[in-house]
């Protein structure tokens, strides 16, 4: 569904990306695991074309992406949730999720997103949406990319700084969505919730995928992973 | 005749009421910078310009085709605002990854080549623009005669600042606009073509200043300076108001030119510079301007 | 000379011999005019070159310098120079409060603020009795140079001018070589970063600020002498423009840009003076060339392409 080949990317002077490979097929969830400045979130931007310049292959179904704006790329089927989540001050709560166009027929309704988060619906008429709590805003996020009708969810880092019970929350709301049928890239820090709902790992480091790890060997291959991670 | 504070009320009303269409003027055209610079960053120095084009574009329609001052107000914002869009994309657009700077110096060079351009076709004396026949005459307010183009001229400001306002804090193409004012990138990475936002921002934002202009044709003079006169008074509105807020746009100009027609009462001397007074009282007191965010 | 490269100290050698050669083929009342707005650019260049701060008001500063010395040569018949730095301390003075309120904001609003004061002295101006409104302060005499010199001869007052121009120009020099001028490319660079480094940047962007406006009324001053007039024009904001495009136009940021630019606008306006607003569209054009194509300016350009910094 998703194909990478080659991939590069630079901000400025600095090369960030040399050269990344690795496939998300569809249905999958499969996350990028680093340190930090591995890469992963430069990735992401890449793939959605925020980034000054790339070079290399990113094909969506068989489409060729690099060299698309990012809104054509969007159309095309990928939706983005940005780390630090990305909820606009002087948008209402409503107004947020109602901002990503449609892109495709299939997307959640509006209340199929109440239902997946209740406290949004209770916060719905909060009149700036960076009033919300971390993980409102992070349900949020979420929500707004889901009615869209893209089925490739890129989402950078949807745990960060968030309580346990949030987590949990959100490791739910990625299955079930799994469950119908969309496609998940995810960028984690923390690989023991990464382990909850991904089926496969690419390790990142220095801007290149240095391993790729089946979610049923996660466990045989711990020590490696440590290693990689520095934990 | 009746007095108040020993000014004779048909002069303090008449001043007044020249304060609020100086004001009228001074909401529309900061309007039109701050959404301008909220989208792209650029103070658009040919603000000013833009708004005398206006002016003189309804004063073509009437004197080279015979359209009169009702359709010009739609007609002429469109011309001029079509004129901002094709700058907006040929010109203009160059200009979004260089320091901001350039884009105040470009504005400026874009504004003296229109107004030498009419200056050269038009010379400086100005012309007059007839107030039309349904706005002839004044009514009595029973303390003042108000001239029905007056009248009509603050109305419509009112109305129109207010649908800009609706516009973009009440609508759905608004909150892509606030949206994109905040983050632009993740906005186009939502699927708004976010570059086709910006342009129909500046053209948006022209057309605003052009509709001002014919407003303004009946009451001053159509000439190649009038908009120059007003631009630099507009800059020190925006200063006082601040640009993070359209409604504090609206009530700084009203209440700036409120406070100038008031001057011109109490303290005629001062009324050209009472403006520029209070920005340097709003400097002192709250540098960010009244409704202004960090910038 | 301190601080001038090999190539600059060519530059610097070539630009006094053309002074110096210049009047024997050329007005001399031109290069005045040339040498007087030189100075007025090379001051406002120590602004937005070494600081990064576009004013947009520097009118006011070369307009109340010329009408300062005007009024005291004539009134108080003092002498030429006397007259010259009481432009120069007007400017100064004048810059110390407008830059005081000025550098409460940044970039773009710090230029309309500027835009905003100056047409607030222009405003002035047209007012006040000592201006003379509209007809400005007209027959000023040139007076004497120390009481001694009379400066009646274009040729005598031309080395006056030449003078107080090279004076400023070196000066500004020693300004931007100075530790003091390290602090404000600091500045220029990251100002956040020159704040944590625990240099109070305000200070010293209000000192920029008050010697670039004493130059600029020094220039004015100058000015006003050597044509006998100051009038609103020196204090209209297409002024401050003027010394924009000036500067632009030469090379922001360079040593010789605002000279060239100076020279180059001088000499456009002087041969489009017969066409009237043509001035206007070709000085706005020049100034749209400039910033989609030319950013560098002239002498920008030249460096670029010889690999120097002029």
Redesign the interface.
């Known amino acids: 569904m998703l194909e990478v080949k080659g991939l590069n990317a630079w901000y400025g002077e600095s090369h960030i990306l040399h050269g990344v490979d690795f496939e998300v097929r569809d249905g999958e969830v499969v996350t990028l695991l680093g340190r930090n400045g591995a890469g992963k979130t430069t990735t992401m931007k890449s793939i959605m074309g925020l980034v000054p310049r790339r070079e290399g292959s990113v094909r969506y179904n068989g489409t060729e992406t690099v060299g698309l704006a990012p809104n054509f790329i969007a159309k095309a089927g990928i939706a983005f949730c940005p780390e630090e989540r990305g909820i606009f001050g002087s948008l209402s709560v409503s107004e947020n999720l109602m901002l990503p166009p449609i892109v495709a027929p299939g997307g959640l309704s509006v209340d199929e997103i109440y239902t997946l988060f209740p406290n949004l619906r209770e916060r719905a008429g909060t009149s700036q949406g960076t009033k919300l709590s971390g993980g409102e805003q992070q349900m949020l996020a979420i929500g707004r990319i889901l009615r869209t009708g893209a089925k490739m969810l890129l989402l950078d880092e949807p745990t960060e700084g968030l309580a346990p019970v949030i987590v949990q929350q959100i490791g739910r709301t990625i299955r079930e969505i799994k469950a119908r049928g969309f496609t998940v890239l995810l960028v984690e820090q923390n690989f023991r919730f990464a382990a909850t709902v991904a089926d496969r790992h690419y390790v990142m480091e220095h801007g290149r995928i240095i391993d790729m790890i089946p979610n049923a060997q996660l466990e045989a291959n711990m020590d490696k992973l440590h290693d990689y991670l520095g934990v | 005749m009746f007095t108040i504070l020993g000014i004779p009320g048909p002069l303090l009303f008449g001043q007044l009421l020249l304060g609020v269409i100086n004001g009228a003027f001074y909401a529309m055209l900061s309007l039109g910078l701050a959404v301008i610079f909220g989208m792209l960053n650029i103070i658009n120095f040919a603000h000013g310009a833009l708004f005398m084009m206006g002016a003189f574009v309804s004063w073509m329609l009437l004197n080279y085709l015979g359209i009169g001052y009702f359709p010009s107000l739609i007609l002429s914002p469109l011309i001029v605002g079509v004129f901002g869009l094709v700058l907006e994309k040929t010109i203009i657009s160059r200009l979004y990854k260089l320091d901001h700077v350039y884009g105040l110096l470009l504005t400026f060079g874009l504004a003296l080549v229109i107004e030498g351009l009419f200056r050269n076709a038009y010379g400086s004396s100005g012309m007059p623009y007839r107030i039309p026949d349904a706005l002839q005459g004044a009514t009595n307010l029973g303390f003042m005669f108000l001239p029905n183009y007056r009248g009509w001229v603050v109305l419509v400001a009112i109305v129109v600042c207010l649908a800009t306002w609706a516009i973009i804090e009440k609508t759905f193409l608004g909150a892509r606009l606030r949206a994109a004012t905040e983050n632009a990138p993740l906005v186009q990475a939502f699927g708004v073509d976010v570059p086709r936002l910006i342009t129909l921002t500046y053209a948006g934002g022209i057309a605003l200043a052009a509709f001002a202009g014919v407003l303004a044709a009946p009451i001053y003079s159509v000439n190649p300076n009038m908009g120059s006169s007003f631009i630099n008074t507009v800059f020190a509105v925006v200063v006082i108001g601040g640009m993070g807020s359209i409604m504090g746009s609206i009530v700084t100009g009203f209440g700036l030119g409120v406070i100038e027609g008031l001057t011109k009462v109490f303290y005629p001397q001062a009324s050209a510079t009472v403006i520029f007074l209070v920005m340097v009282i709003v400097l002192l007191a709250m540098p960010r301007g009244l409704f202004g965010k960090a910038v | 000379m301190t601080g001038f490269s090999r190539v600059q100290m060519i530059g610097v050698a070539l630009m006094v011999a053309l002074i110096v050669l210049a009047p024997s083929v050329l007005y001399p009342v031109f290069l005045m005019k040339v040498l007087c707005f030189a100075l007025f650019a090379c001051a406002f260049n120590l602004l937005i070159g070494y600081v990064g701060l576009?004013s947009?008001g520097h009118a006011a500063f070369f307009g109340m310098g010329s009408y300062v010395s005007a009024w005291t040569i004539k009134h108080w018949g003092i002498t030429a120079e006397v007259a010259i730095l009481l432009g120069g301390a007007t400017g100064a003075a004048l810059g110390l409060v407008l830059g005081w309120?000025a550098i409460?904001?940044?970039?773009?609003?710090f230029?309309?603020?500027t835009?905003?004061?100056a047409?607030?002295v222009y405003?002035?101006c047209?007012?006040a009795p000592f201006t003379g409104g509209e007809d400005g302060i007209q027959q000023v005499p040139r007076g004497k140079l120390f009481g001694i010199v009379p400066l009646e001869s274009d040729m005598t007052i031309y080395w006056l001018v030449a003078f107080v121009f090279l004076a400023g120009f070196l000066l500004i020099h020693r300004i931007v070589h100075s530790p003091f001028g390290q602090v404000l490319k600091a500045i220029r660079e990251n100002e956040p970063r020159a704040t944590s480094l625990g240099y109070r940047t305000n200070d010293y962007k209000l000192i920029a600020f008050v010697l670039s406006s004493m130059l600029a009324g020094i220039a004015g001053g100058t000015k006003a002498l050597v044509f006998g007039i100051a009038t609103l024009t020196d204090v209209h904001?297409s002024m401050s423009?003027e010394v924009?495009l000036m500067t632009?136009l030469g090379g922001l940021g360079t040593i010789f840009g605002p000279v060239m630019g100076a020279l180059v606008v001088t000499a456009m306006e002087n041969y489009l003076a017969q066409f009237?607003?043509?001035?206007?569209?070709?000085?706005?054009?020049?100034?749209?060339v400039?910033?989609?194509a030319f950013?560098r300016g002239i002498i920008g350009e030249i460096g670029a392409k010889l690999k120097v910094t002029l």
Do not use: H, K, S
Request: glycine share 10%; with cysteine; net charge positive.
């Open positions: 576009l947009f309120l409460r904001r940044q970039g773009l609003y230029a309309m603020i835009l905003a004061l047409q607030m405003f002035f047209l007012q904001y423009g924009v632009l009237g607003a043509w001035v206007t569209v070709t000085q706005g054009v020049i100034f749209m400039c910033v989609l950013r």
